[in-house]
């Protein structure tokens, strides 16, 4: 069986976390968490970046920044995981789905534009498989009509919209070190504050439980209180010593990621020549960190058909999203089937293909032979 999902190690991620443990400092802003969360600011160019126990809790922390309150908006792809939604309904604030672009699946900001009302208050862009929505269009939308935006930018580690990082464009960018991502550390994320002093003051007591530790630590205040609401937002220095580990060689497992999409491309692209598939679409302005390989069939049926014979064959293969705004907590909230048909349309025909470093060249060809051959 090729599986859907193998994470990558370095071999040193053993060493890192045997040298956390001695070190003694076994929770957050230890010795690796610090030269994880400066790695970010420095590569990636953010002005502060706070390691987190996942993305899920980076993406709440966002929400309580913005202050998120009940009837507030915001807006968001329905073609998302479930976190981007999750942190907005927690706060009492409702999320608004927007429909996505073909080429990329990234929210469509023409269809931002006709959602905003005048309760709207952010815009929640998820850049998918890696890939960046169109930045400037969304921040000129921002802009224009006061709002703030927090990247979802899980998938979008060591991304770049022309000149930037993912994560460092809006007001707030949100990471995922989770196994599943290019980047791993078992469970993990970060929380980048890209401009303003205040959230980043705010953002370490909301990731200290509510409390003004990061202060006491540092010498500013000689005990530590609750200043605000908070929770426990920050990770281990365990996980944060693996993920320095993946860290030291991000380059290198990005060129890997790299040649497996190349060789997938260029593989199947008869079959889109022929009008049996979609391959995906990284436009020029866009570099990819090549966190997912998917295609698009021409109907479920056929996508249904294909991923069961690749099972049936020994190749683990995936879809998702079911669109948040049909989910049954989507219909809860008020949504209905056929309110976005891109959505629904594209989530029913798209396939993944196995994607990892440790994927060999006869493991793709023989999953390419296989797609020929069952479609
Ligand atoms: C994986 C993912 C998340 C959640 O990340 P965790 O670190 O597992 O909490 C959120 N949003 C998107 C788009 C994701 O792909």
Same mark, same amino acid.
């Given at each position: 069986?090729?599986?859907?999902?193998?994470?990558?190690?370095?071999?040193?991620?053993?060493?890192?976390?045997?040298?956390?443990?001695?070190?003694?400092?076994?929770?957050?802003? /230890?010795?690796?968490?610090?030269?994880?969360?400066?790695?970010?600011?420095?590569?990636?160019? #953010?002005?502060?970046?706070?390691?987190?126990?996942?993305?899920?809790?980076?993406?709440?922390?966002?929400?309580?920044?913005?202050?998120?309150?009940?009837?507030?908006?915001?807006?968001?792809?329905?073609?998302?995981?479930?976190?981007?939604?999750?942190?907005?309904?927690?706060?009492?604030?409702?999320?608004?789905?927007?429909?996505?672009?073909?080429?990329?699946?990234?929210?469509?900001?023409?269809?931002?534009?006709?959602?905003?009302?005048?309760?709207?208050?952010?815009?929640?862009?998820?850049?998918?498989?890696?890939?960046?929505?169109?930045?400037?269009?969304?921040?000129?939308?921002?802009?224009?009509?006061?709002?703030?935006?927090?990247?979802?930018?899980?998938?979008?580690?060591?991304?770049?919209?022309?000149?930037?990082?993912? /994560?460092?464009?809006?007001?707030?960018?949100?990471?995922?070190?989770?196994?599943?991502?290019?980047?791993?550390?078992?469970?993990?994320?970060?929380?980048?504050?890209?401009?303003?002093?205040?959230?980043?003051?705010?953002?370490?007591?909301?990731?200290?439980?509510?409390?003004?530790?990061?202060?006491?630590?540092?010498?500013?205040?000689?005990?530590? #209180?609750?200043?605000?609401? /908070?929770?426990?937002?920050?990770?281990?220095?365990?996980?944060?010593?693996?993920?320095?580990?993946?860290?030291?060689?991000?380059?290198?497992?990005?060129?890997?990621?790299?040649?497996?999409?190349?060789?997938?491309?260029?593989?199947?692209?008869?079959?889109?020549?022929?009008?049996?598939?979609?391959?995906?679409?990284?436009?020029?302005?866009?570099?990819?960190?090549?966190?997912?390989?998917?295609?698009?069939?021409?109907?479920?049926?056929?996508?249904?058909?294909?991923?069961?014979?690749?099972?049936?064959? /020994?190749?683990?293969?995936?879809?998702?999203?079911?669109?948040?705004?049909?989910?049954?907590?989507?219909?809860?909230?008020?949504?209905?089937?056929?309110?976005?048909?891109?959505?629904?349309?594209?989530?029913?025909?798209?396939?993944?293909?196995?994607?990892?470093?440790?994927?060999?060249?006869?493991?793709?060809?023989?999953?390419?032979?296989?797609?020929?051959?069952?479609?």
């Amino acid at each position: 069986m090729i599986p859907f999902n193998k994470p990558y190690m370095t071999k040193k991620e053993i060493l890192y976390i045997e040298d956390a443990i001695f070190r003694g400092k076994l929770s957050g802003d /230890g010795y690796y968490s610090k030269k994880c969360s400066t790695f970010i600011e420095e590569i990636f160019n #953010t002005k502060k970046a706070l390691l987190t126990t996942s993305c899920s809790s980076a993406l709440d922390m966002a929400a309580i920044l913005l202050d998120l309150k009940e009837g507030d908006e915001v807006i968001m792809p329905s073609y998302t995981f479930v976190s981007t939604a999750n942190a907005v309904v927690l706060r009492g604030a409702v999320p608004v789905f927007a429909e996505i672009e073909e080429d990329t699946l990234n929210i469509d900001p023409e269809d931002i534009k006709r959602k905003i009302t005048n309760k709207t208050k952010a815009i929640f862009p998820v850049h998918y498989a890696g890939v960046s929505c169109d930045m400037d269009r969304i921040m000129n939308i921002a802009r224009k009509n006061d709002l703030k935006v927090v990247e979802d930018a899980a998938q979008g580690v060591n991304s770049k919209y022309k000149q930037k990082y993912l /994560g460092t464009i809006g007001d707030i960018g949100c990471y995922s070190f989770h196994e599943t991502k290019n980047y791993v550390c078992g469970e993990g994320g970060a929380i980048l504050i890209n401009n303003d002093e205040e959230l980043v003051r705010r953002a370490e007591i909301i990731r200290e439980k509510g409390t003004d530790r990061a202060k006491f630590f540092r010498g500013e205040v000689d005990k530590y #209180t609750w200043v605000d609401v /908070g929770s426990s937002y920050i990770i281990s220095d365990i996980n944060a010593a693996m993920l320095w580990a993946q860290f030291e060689r991000i380059e290198e497992i990005n060129e890997k990621r790299k040649k497996i999409y190349k060789m997938y491309y260029k593989g199947l692209k008869k079959l889109e020549v022929v009008g049996k598939i979609k391959l995906p679409t990284i436009p020029d302005c866009c570099k990819s960190n090549y966190h997912i390989f998917y295609m698009l069939l021409n109907n479920e049926f056929e996508r249904n058909h294909l991923m069961n014979e690749m099972k049936i064959h /020994g190749v683990e293969t995936i879809f998702h999203y079911i669109p948040l705004h049909i989910s049954p907590m989507g219909e809860r909230l008020g949504y209905k089937k056929g309110q976005l048909k891109v959505t629904e349309d594209l989530s029913g025909r798209l396939l993944r293909l196995p994607m990892y470093p440790g994927l060999t060249d006869a493991e793709i060809n023989y999953i390419i032979e296989m797609i020929y051959k069952y479609i």
